[in-house]
């Protein structure tokens, strides 16, 4: 019986979390989607036959030539959550790298992280992307941003992730059980 666990750690095709669409790519479609959305509502391009709602969270026109402490505000919180969120994930990055386990899907799981930023999140990179994006939702004054979000975390919550606990929990066992009772899927929850 042990011997066929290790068997099944050593097999490349077992230790591989597989889904349809990677994350990164529904969250770089994401990001295009909101872009363009953004420019289409913007006054930036004339002659439309139509006209998208700017979904700006401050509707004021802003004039860049005078201070507008909301505006500031906004982008200090906004570039803060950005910060936050960028070092969110690369310590999770970090962790992986340490433990020579890859991040893609498609490629071989090789250690379960607990340690450091694992210690605090069982999802560090999603919730860093989560957490920059939504700081940079702030610091560009848009919904769309915001928007385009939901995509990814819905399928990351209840797809992707679903998915992966399942996996490590075939993989690891009862010390990935444990650590999932010790250990929140996002951050306080």
């Given at each position: 019986?042990?011997?066929?666990?290790?068997?099944?750690?050593?097999?490349?095709?077992l230790?591989?979390?597989?889904?349809?669409?990677?994350?990164?790519?529904?969250?770089?479609?994401?990001?295009g989607?909101?872009?363009?959305?953004?420019?289409?509502?913007?006054?930036l391009?004339?002659?439309?036959?139509?006209?998208?709602?700017?979904?700006?969270?401050?509707?004021?026109?802003?004039?860049?030539n005078?201070?507008?402490?909301?505006?500031l505000?906004?982008?200090?919180?906004?570039?803060?959550?950005?910060?936050?969120?960028l070092?969110?994930?690369?310590?999770?990055?970090?962790?992986?790298?340490?433990?020579?386990?890859?991040?893609?899907?498609?490629?071989?799981v090789?250690a379960l992280c607990?340690?450091?930023?694992f210690?605090k999140?069982?999802?560090?990179?999603?919730?860093?992307?989560?957490t920059?994006?939504?700081?940079?939702?702030?610091s560009?004054?848009?919904?769309?941003y915001?928007?385009?979000?939901?995509?990814?975390?819905?399928?990351?919550?209840?797809?992707?992730?679903?998915?992966?606990?399942?996996?490590?929990?075939?993989?690891?066992?009862?010390?990935?059980?444990?650590?999932?009772?010790?250990?929140?899927?996002?951050?306080l929850?």
């Amino acid at each position: 019986m042990n011997q066929s666990k290790e068997n099944s750690v050593d097999n490349t095709k077992l230790n591989v979390v597989d889904v349809p669409i990677s994350p990164r790519t529904l969250w770089l479609l994401g990001w295009g989607v909101a872009s363009t959305l953004t420019l289409l509502s913007s006054n930036l391009i004339k002659n439309l036959p139509f006209k998208l709602p700017s979904l700006n969270i401050i509707n004021e026109n802003l004039n860049f030539n005078e201070l507008n402490y909301k505006r500031l505000l906004m982008l200090l919180c906004g570039g803060g959550l950005t910060i936050l969120g960028l070092m969110i994930g690369k310590a999770g990055r970090a962790q992986m790298a340490k433990h020579q386990t890859n991040i893609p899907h498609g490629k071989p799981v090789n250690a379960l992280c607990k340690e450091g930023i694992f210690s605090k999140s069982r999802n560090p990179l999603y919730l860093g992307v989560i957490t920059a994006s939504t700081g940079l939702t702030f610091s560009l004054n848009n919904w769309y941003y915001l928007l385009s979000m939901m995509p990814f975390l819905i399928y990351v919550q209840f797809f992707v992730i679903p998915k992966e606990e399942t996996f490590l929990s075939n993989l690891f066992g009862e010390e990935y059980n444990n650590y999932k009772k010790q250990v929140p899927k996002w951050f306080l929850f």
